[in-house]
Nanobody, 123 residues
Framework: VQLQASGGGLVQAGGSLRLSCAASKRTSSNNGMGWFRQAPEKEREFVAGISWSGASTTYADSVKGRFTISRDRAKNTMYLQMSTLKPEDTAVYYC?????????????????WGQGTQVTVSS
């Protein structure tokens, strides 16, 4: 499975962005998926996850109420709608495919990763 993340960019605080993650194979449609991010000099952290069907979603407390994860199984694509962005959201955002049908906050539970897309929020 190859993942291609896109949609990052530079935005002012309070603005919005939508990230996309396109998977190369339909096998990812039976797996959970997730978004992680890594800021400079910080460890990679979980942002949001979604189950294989899209019925179950999980969010980090820091983004709850501002970010929305979704997926289109027919298009093998996952999305992250980010609103009310803050400077502390600045990071490289990575999408990943879970080893199981559900997402996890643990990055070790993901076996395929995209290349990352940079999100920069200016104050």
């Amino acid at each position: 499975v190859q993942l291609q993340a896109s949609g990052g960019g530079l935005v002012q605080a309070g603005g919005s962005l939508r990230l996309s993650c396109a998977a190369s194979k339909r096998t990812s449609s039976n797996n959970g998926m997730g978004w992680f991010r890594q800021a400079p000099e910080k460890e990679r952290e979980f942002v949001a996850g979604i189950s294989w069907s899209g019925a179950s979603t999980t969010y980090a407390d820091s983004v709850k109420g501002r970010f929305t994860i979704s997926r289109d199984r027919a298009k093998n694509t996952m999305y992250l709608q980010m609103s009310t962005l803050k400077p502390e959201d600045t990071a490289v955002y990575y999408c990943a495919v879970s080893r199981t049908s559900y997402s996890s906050t643990n990055s070790a539970q993901y076996n395929y990763w995209g290349q990352g897309t940079q999100v920069t929020v200016s104050s």
